[in-house]
Structures are given as C-alpha cells and as structure tokens.
C-alpha cells in the first residue's frame, strides 16, 4: 500500500487507551492513505506490547510497531519518524498523536488538504484544543505569529508536518526528556524559516487529566523555559525581533491629516507595512478587541500633521519622541506634543506634566488602541483589561511568574478617553506632555495644527457608531488563553531582558550599520567636537550615526550636527543619577543605573545599534555587559584623565578600568592615555589609538592668508589668546595672575568664553568676549593671535591646540595630559613644566611670553613648524585604523 500520511505514535505506561488512539488514526475519513507507527518506548507492563502487537495483526500493511529501550518521548517521535520517512517513500506528511488522545474522523484528510493548498513556507498544520475529560475548548485561530509562539506554544504536538520539514534536519530534541519539547520542535522549525497554519474546526481531542507528563513539567517550568530561552536566544536577537514585529505586529496605526488612508507601522520613517482606508482599520480594531490572541491592531495611534512627522525625521528626533510617548502611557491616556520655535542653536525635551483634556494645537497625539476603544464604548466605560483566562497547561505562557509591572508593555494598559470628553462636552482625559524645542524660524510648518485632536475625536465617534451596530455576543465560543497580539512584541523582548525595541528598523544599502555615541552631556566643548568629527567619518563610511545623551534634556545643536548624526535621544530623570560612590574600584564610581526601572527600557532604546561608544557616560557603564550580551559591540571612549584637589588622578579612565570586562575594546585619544591603561590591566588588544584632529576644517586659501600676514609682520605688541571654559580646570585663576604679570609690557591680550559648570570665575583685568563656534569666526581669532595661552590644570589633547596651529598661533601651555604629543617643545611650541608649585608655572608662563614677544623670528619659524604639522591632519586619517576595524567586526551590508 502507498502511504502518504503516517501517524506516529509513542506508547509508554499508557496501554489502557492506546487502542483508542490507533483505531481514531485509522478510522479516517477522507483521508490520503495512511499507516499509524506505535513506538513501544520500552514501557514496562506487557500489556502495551500485547497491545500493540494484535492491533498490528488486525490490520497488517496498516499498523508497524516498533519496540525500543526507553529513552523518552521525542527519541520515540523520532524513532517513529526515521521509520515511516524510509519505509514509505510516498509519505508526504507525518502526523504526532500521543497515546492519550483521539482524532474525530475527518482530521487528516482535512488538515493534509490544508497543507496541500498551503504556501510552501507553511510546514505544519496545527488544530484547536477540543479537551475530553476535562470541559474546555481553546482556539488556537488567527494567523501564524512566531512572537506569539515565543511566549506561548499555542501548536500542539498533534500537528500534521510537511516531510520538507524533516528533510531539512530537523528532529525533536532527546535531551529534553522532561518536557517543553514540542514547543522547543516548533521553535526549531519557525527558526529555520516554516510557518504554522491555523486549522479551524480541527477535530483533535485532548485528554485532559490533573496528573501528566506536563503536568511534571509545570513544576519545573522555570528550569525548561530558562533551557529553552537560552537554545534559542537567536530568535530573541532585538533586531530578529524587530522584524517579527515590523511583518507581524507593527506597533503603530498613522492617523494623518487630509490622509485618506491610515499607516500600519513599525517605523514610521519607513515605508508602512499595511494602508488601510478608515472603515477597514476600525473593523480591524473591533477585530483585535473581541479576539486579541487570534487578531491584530497596532497597540498605538498616532493622530498627526504630516508636516510635523517631516519635521521630527528632519531633527533626528522622530523615534525619540515615539520612545517617550510610549512611557508615558503608562499613566496618561493620551500624550500631546508641543513644538517650540527657539533662535538658540540647542534641542531640548521637556516634559511639563500632565493636564486634564487634549491641548486644541497639539500638533501630534499619540494613544493607545485600547484607550480609543474605551472611548468608543456606549457606555462611556472602561473595557476590563482582555488577558489570558486559566490557561491550560497543555500549552505553556513563556512569560515568568511575577514578571515585574515595569517590564509588561506599557502602552497595553486600557486607558480613559472617554468619547465626551474628546468631543469637549466633558473632563478631558488624562494628557501627558512632551515640548520639543528646536532651532526654528517662529512661522516653520508642523509645530501646531487643531487638525489631530480633531481627527482624534472624529475616529472616536466614529468607532461609537460601529460598537453599536455589533453584536454583544462574542462571535468565537471558544476560550482563549493566549496573550494578547498587541502586546507580544514587548513581552518577547522582555524575554530577553529588555524593554520595548526602539522603533526604527535597519537602514537599506550602504547604510545598514548603526553606531551610537553615549554622553552624560553635549555642548559646545572640544569633547563634543571630537565626537562630531568622528562621527562624521563614520558617516563617510557608511554607518548610520546616533546621539544618546543619558543625564541632560537638552543639547548643543549647531549647523554641523546634521552632518554627523542621524538621530538623537535625550534621556533624563529616570534614575541614570544612581551612582555608588563608596566601595568602588580604586575609588571609581559605580553605576546603579541597571538596578532602576527604566534601564531595561534604556536597553530597548539602544538594543537595536550594531555598535555603541560609551563617551565618559557613568550610568551607561552599568548597561554595557547587558548590551553586549544582546549582540552589540560596545567600546569606551577615554580623552582625558581628570584630577582631584589635591592633584591625584581620577575620573572616566578609572572608571573604565572598572567596567573593561564588558567592552569589546577602548578608544584612547594618545599615547600616554593608551600606557596608563595598559598599567591599569586593560588588555593591548582592546586599545585603539585614534589622536585627535582640528575640530573643524579651514579653507585651505585662510591657511595660507593667515601664514602669508604673519611672514609680513615684522613687529608691534604680541597679541595672546586665551579661549575656552572659564573655570579651574582650564586654570583661569593662573590666567588672572598671568595677565596682571604681563601689564605694561609690548603684549595683547583677549580672553574669549564663558563659566559653565556653575563655577564664578575670578575677576580678570581684561575684558572677556563671548564664546565663538563658527569656523570663520573661530579662524579669524587664530589669525589674529601670536600665542594660544593654556595653563590647564588637566587635558587631554585640546581641539584649539591643532586649531590654532594649523593657522601658524604658536601654543604655550602646562605640560599635562597628552600636550607633550601635540606641541614639541621649542619646535612648534612651548610646554611649561606642571610638577611645579604655582609660582614656578606662572613664572614659567611670564618667562615663555617675554621670550616670545623679544624674538619674533623664533616666533615665526615655531608657527610655520606648527602650521606643517598640522597640515595633514585629518579625522579620516586618524580614524583609519579604527574604522577599519569596525569594517572588520560588521562588515559593510553585514549589519547584525
């Protein structure tokens, strides 16, 4: 006989209903032709041999048995399935029925014509759980969802299996003799690229009793989920996960104004995955509310004008507003966005609090499906929450036990619009608020339009009138124990230890690759122009470029920021102050940011980078080894060793030090920077020395004017420049000293910069210019100075050393940090010992100046020395041997 479909069965302890199973296996109606395999997994009562043996006698040609040593359930399914793969080379489908259970008559011809007709892609046929024994019936219907499978094995074990499948390798796994192994088969396969597929009204019988063999894998579920999480920790990979999320469950709905259809999204700033006109998308949400295991909508809703989501992609800031929306549905029903025009170059991200209804301009609102259903209720009520009832335990939750409240995706929880106060003829709801400010003309488009709200209101109305036209009645009679699909994708990424991912999906083409630089802060410093610049060469290599400022809600946004990162994400006051400052490493502080609530959503913000750069971000230090864990690359980023009051060195390197176990490697700005780690134990291998460069480029056509006027200079006062921050670091108290030292002799002086940090510097006898950032502006004070004066107490290599050389300004400075690197002394500048008492430096200082101003050729020889040796230096250029690097660790078209 052709054999087409074969029916494996285990039989072990259970002889009693064996011929129950085997006789519902072949009393099959309509079915391909079919032979049932029972493999005897070495049971010990004779009664299941004997069993076995005349059913086999009964129906020769129809009924194999195997006999083997015991060795558990899935070497018996294997078994079973090693057999019927050789012995019938016609079988198209092989199907599992535990000894326990039954088949009503028309399952297998049912379910192989499903398969048949199904795509290629669709490698097993899974039914609903019909109890016997016990009462219940639970429906497994819907679409296939590989996120869904992740949290729960909603496919049975009773599965008809494309023979591809097997052909491809895969068995059940017989280490896992306790249980759990179905689910771990599925998993296996969904890896592999196969689907599931749904069959309705299947006709498979579960017996249910209180004592089983999954009943004993309950008791040890935590063990076989941590076993199964950690087998298949690559389907819960963030970007894997990202796009299940984005094919399966894309998390928004795009209510746009003057739009005519509604986006279903993951990324909106990509392409939608799904356009819907309204009707459809609100029958699609009455769907997911009446089944939300079996059906889907995006969990939340985006009313907005389009202007404004162009502006937000223009700025960087789309994701990161979309980010803190999300959080702050926690406790609000909806959150309102306000957008403020500032002539100041900074972006910044307030969030002011919430008010009771929705603000008449918001230019973009966002809330969720559950709350805009809840207003659409007749009643004006609140929906109870829908959840998992009393699961069965013959398909397990992956969701552990206690699962922290933080970690369950917000933006699930049913909020309180309710449809009056939306149509203002009551309390308005609860509305958090975000304000975004920009660098903006006052009358730019997209910072405030009625249009949202009114279009909020208009779809709640709307969906008014379709809950009533509905029936009452649920239109599935079946249970549902499974979790709702709106939530899914967070409650799988929470699987893996993170909050919900980032919304923003790979880049196409060239720019596949993510980077991200972490900082406490940014502002208009040299440490914010390295990380420019480098930036910069990063896009020249084709990565895509993030800033993550983890401590401030506002940065430094001048012209050239567009040009270096892609994106940016202010995050502040959740907890990333956390710091143990007593018991560290030598001193160094700790991070207790991993302890707090929101770090796990921090993780899902930066989950989705190939590579980040910890920038001298304490809290970050406590997220790195979890990063790493999750497929990212993670590297410091040192510039500078700091000193205490009493001159001892402490700061970011000690705190690297700290953490390097957890970093792939350390970016170091010098030589003498990159020997202090080596001393410190930081392995050479994870040193990567990538020297500064000027913090901006000169036309080369400047240079040379600036060279050619100071040739033709043959006298007059020399002119001394001192710029940057005005505080003790930078020894401005020194620079007071130095100035009154100075006074009356052939010398001018300008100070240029202001206090930051809070610091009241001294008195100066000259009067102090405001900061300067333009690079026209900034080379005009190079041009006009003989000498740069820095008598730091600290640094690394300042930026406004090359910066100045490169125009021929001679540099005159204390001898710390790495400036012995970037000035040779007596050649292209002058280095002032620093291991001295301060009379010492401020004699040295006075004595360097005289002999400057009384030897302008030695003046001019060191600033032409200066100018060549800068001439040549490029970010690119001294980038080359880290960025090569990175093309190693992820290659171009290769992102992770």
């Given at each position: 006989m052709r054999v087409e479909v074969a029916v494996v069965i285990p039989a072990y302890r259970q002889p009693g209903l064996l011929a129950e199973a085997v006789?519902?296996?072949?009393?099959?109606?309509?079915?391909?032709?079919?032979?049932?395999?029972?493999?005897?997994?070495?049971?010990?009562?004779?009664?299941?041999?004997?069993?076995?043996?005349?059913?086999?006698?009964?129906?020769?040609?129809?009924?194999?048995?195997?006999?083997?040593?015991?060795?558990?359930?899935?070497?018996?399914?294997?078994?079973?399935?090693?057999?019927?793969?050789?012995?019938?080379?016609?079988?198209?489908?092989?199907?599992?029925?535990?000894?326990?259970?039954?088949?009503?008559?028309?399952?297998?011809?049912?379910?192989?014509?499903?398969?048949?007709?199904?795509?290629?892609?669709?490698?097993?046929?899974?039914?609903?759980?019909?109890?016997?024994?016990?009462?219940?019936?639970?429906?497994?219907?819907?679409?296939?969802?590989?996120?869904?499978?992740?949290?729960?094995?909603?496919?049975?074990?009773?599965?008809?299996?494309?023979?591809?499948?097997?052909?491809?390798?895969?068995?059940?796994?017989?280490?896992?003799?306790?249980?759990?192994?179905?689910?771990?088969?599925?998993?296996?396969?969904?890896?592999?690229?196969?689907?599931?597929?749904?069959?309705?009204?299947?006709?498979?019988?579960?017996?249910?009793?209180?004592?089983?063999?999954?009943?004993?894998?309950?008791?040890?579920?935590?063990?076989?989920?941590?076993?199964?999480?950690?087998k298949h920790a690559a389907l819960l990979a963030p970007r894997r996960l990202l796009a299940l999320e984005a094919s399966e469950a894309p998390r928004h709905a795009i209510h746009l104004a003057g739009e005519a259809s509604v986006a279903w999204t993951l990324d909106p700033g990509a392409p939608p995955a799904e356009l819907l006109d309204p009707g459809t998308a609100r029958r699609r949400l009455a769907a997911a509310m009446a089944a939300p295991g079996a059906r889907f909508h995006p969990s939340l809703l985006i009313f907005a004008e389009p202007a404004t989501l162009t502006l937000l992609e223009r700025f960087g800031v789309l994701h990161l507003v979309l980010w803190w929306a999300g959080r702050l549905l926690a406790e609000a029903d909806a959150v309102a966005l306000e957008v403020v025009a500032t002539a100041r170059p900074e972006l910044a991200l307030d969030r002011p609090g919430m008010v009771e209804g929705l603000p008449d301009e918001a230019p973009l609102?966002?809330?969720?499906?559950?709350?805009?259903?809840?207003?659409?209720?007749?009643?004006?009520?609140?929906?109870?929450?829908?959840?998992?009832?009393?699961?069965?335990?013959?398909?397990?939750?992956?969701?552990?036990?206690?699962?922290?409240?933080?970690?369950?995706?917000?933006?699930?929880?049913?909020?309180?619009?309710?449809?009056?106060?939306?149509?203002?003829?009551?309390?308005?709801?609860?509305?958090?608020?975000?304000?975004?400010?920009?660098?903006?003309?006052?009358?730019?488009?997209?910072?405030?339009?009625?249009?949202?709200?009114?279009?909020?209101?208009l779809e709640v109305a709307a969906l008014g009138q379709l809950r009533r036209s509905r029936s009452p009645r649920p239109a599935e009679w079946k249970r549902e124990y499974r979790p709702p699909r709106a939530g899914m994708a967070a409650e799988a990424a929470a699987l893996a230890g993170i909050g919900p991912l980032l919304p923003r999906l790979p880049g196409t083409g060239r720019a596949r690759r993510d980077i991200g630089f972490i900082l406490p802060l940014f502002s208009f410093a040299g440490l914010e122009k390295v990380i420019l610049n480098q930036a910069r060469a990063l896009r020249g290599r084709g990565w895509r470029t993030h800033l993550i400022v983890l401590g401030a809600s506002r940065i430094d946004r001048g012209l050239e920021f567009a040009g270096a990162f892609d994106s940016v994400a202010l995050l502040e006051g959740i907890g990333e102050g956390e710091v143990a400052w007593q018991g560290g490493y030598f001193g160094a502080g700790l991070s207790r940011f991993d302890r707090e609530a929101a770090a796990p959503e921090v993780l899902g913000l930066l989950a989705g980078l190939d590579v980040a750069v910890n920038v001298h971000s304490l809290a970050a230090q406590g997220l790195m080894a979890s990063l790493r864990g999750l497929g990212v690359r993670c590297f410091g980023g040192l510039h500078l060793m700091e000193h205490g009051p009493?001159?001892?060195?402490?700061?970011?390197?000690?705190?690297?030090?700290?953490?390097?176990?957890?970093?792939?490697?350390?970016?170091?700005?010098?030589?003498?920077?990159?020997?202090?780690?080596?001393?410190?134990?930081?392995?050479?291998?994870?040193?990567?020395?990538?020297?500064?460069?000027?913090?901006?480029?000169?036309?080369?056509?400047?240079?040379?004017?600036?060279?050619?006027?100071?040739?033709?200079?043959?006298?007059?006062?020399?002119?001394?420049?001192?710029?940057?921050?005005?505080?003790?670091?930078?020894?401005?108290?020194?620079?007071?000293?130095?100035?009154?030292?100075?006074?009356?002799?052939?010398?001018?002086?300008?100070?240029?910069?202001?206090?930051?940090?809070?610091?009241?510097?001294?008195?100066?006898?000259?009067?102090?210019?405001?900061?300067?950032?333009?690079?026209?502006?900034?080379?005009?004070?190079?041009?006009?100075?003989?000498?740069?004066?820095?008598?730091?107490?600290?640094?690394?290599?300042?930026?406004?050393?090359?910066?100045?050389?490169?125009?021929?300004?001679?540099?005159?400075?204390?001898?710390?940090?790495?400036?012995?690197?970037?000035?040779?002394?007596?050649?292209?500048?002058?280095?002032?010992?620093?291991?001295?008492?301060?009379?010492?430096?401020?004699?040295?200082?006075?004595?360097?100046i005289a002999a400057l101003a009384a030897d302008r050729a030695r003046l001019r020889a060191m600033g032409e020395a200066a100018a060549a040796r800068v001439a040549g230096a490029g970010w690119e250029t001294v980038m080359r041997e880290f960025l090569d690097h990175l093309d190693r660790l992820c290659p171009p078209g290769e992102a992770a």
């Open positions: 006789l519902s296996a072949l009393d099959q109606q309509g079915a391909p032709p079919t032979a049932v395999v029972v493999v005897d997994d070495g049971c010990p009562y004779p009664a299941t041999a004997r069993t076995a043996a005349d059913l086999a006698a009964a129906q020769p040609g129809r009924i194999f048995v195997l006999r083997q040593p015991n060795r558990g359930l899935s070497a018996a399914r294997n078994a079973g399935l090693g057999f019927s793969l050789a012995a019938f080379p016609g079988c198209r489908a092989v199907y599992f029925l535990d000894a326990d259970n039954r088949l009503l008559p028309r399952f297998l011809g049912r379910a192989m014509a499903a398969l048949d007709a199904a795509p290629a892609e669709v490698g097993w046929i899974y039914p609903d759980i019909d109890e016997f024994g016990g009462r219940e019936n639970w429906t497994t219907g819907g679409e296939f969802s590989l996120l869904q499978l992740l949290l729960a094995n909603y496919c049975d074990a009773g599965s008809l299996v494309r023979r591809a499948v097997f052909e491809a390798g895969l068995r059940f796994d017989e280490t896992m003799r306790a249980g759990f192994e179905d689910w771990d088969f599925w998993l296996q396969a969904a890896g592999r690229g196969w689907r599931g597929q749904h069959l309705p009204g299947a006709g498979f019988l579960y017996r249910r009793r209180p004592e089983s063999m999954l009943a004993g894998s309950e008791r040890i579920r935590p063990l076989l989920l941590g076993q199964l999480r950690q609102i966002v809330t969720t499906s559950a709350a805009l259903w809840a207003a659409a209720a007749p009643s004006g009520g609140i929906p109870a929450r829908h959840q998992s009832q009393d699961r069965p335990d013959v398909v397990q939750d992956a969701a552990p036990s206690g699962e922290p409240p933080e970690r369950r995706r917000r933006s699930d929880r049913p909020g309180t619009l309710r449809a009056a106060a939306l149509a203002s003829e009551g309390p308005g709801p609860r509305t958090a608020r975000l304000r975004l400010h920009l660098p903006l003309e006052p009358e730019a488009a997209g910072q405030r339009s009625p249009l949202p709200a009114r279009q909020l209101a009493w001159g001892e060195p402490h700061g970011t390197p000690h705190i690297q030090a700290a953490y390097e176990h957890a970093y792939d490697g350390v970016m170091v700005i010098s030589a003498r920077l990159r020997d202090w780690c080596l001393g410190a134990g930081i392995p050479a291998e994870k040193l990567h020395l990538v020297r500064n460069a000027p913090g901006y480029a000169s036309p080369p056509s400047v240079v040379a004017a600036a060279l050619a006027a100071r040739r033709r200079l043959a006298s007059g006062p020399l002119k001394l420049l001192f710029l940057g921050r005005l505080d003790a670091q930078k020894g401005i108290d020194r620079l007071a000293a130095m100035i009154g030292r100075t006074r009356g002799e052939a010398v001018q002086w300008r100070i240029v910069g202001r206090a930051v940090l809070g610091e009241v510097p001294p008195p100066l006898p000259v009067a102090v210019e405001p900061p300067v950032f333009a690079p026209a502006a900034l080379d005009a004070l190079y041009a006009w100075a003989d000498v740069l004066v820095l008598p730091s107490r600290f640094e690394g290599v300042p930026l406004v050393v090359l910066e100045a050389q490169r125009l021929g300004c001679v540099p005159v400075a204390t001898d710390v940090g790495a400036m012995a690197e970037a000035i040779a002394h007596g050649a292209d500048g002058l280095l002032v010992p620093h291991d001295a008492p301060e009379e010492s430096i401020l004699a040295g200082f006075t004595a360097a």
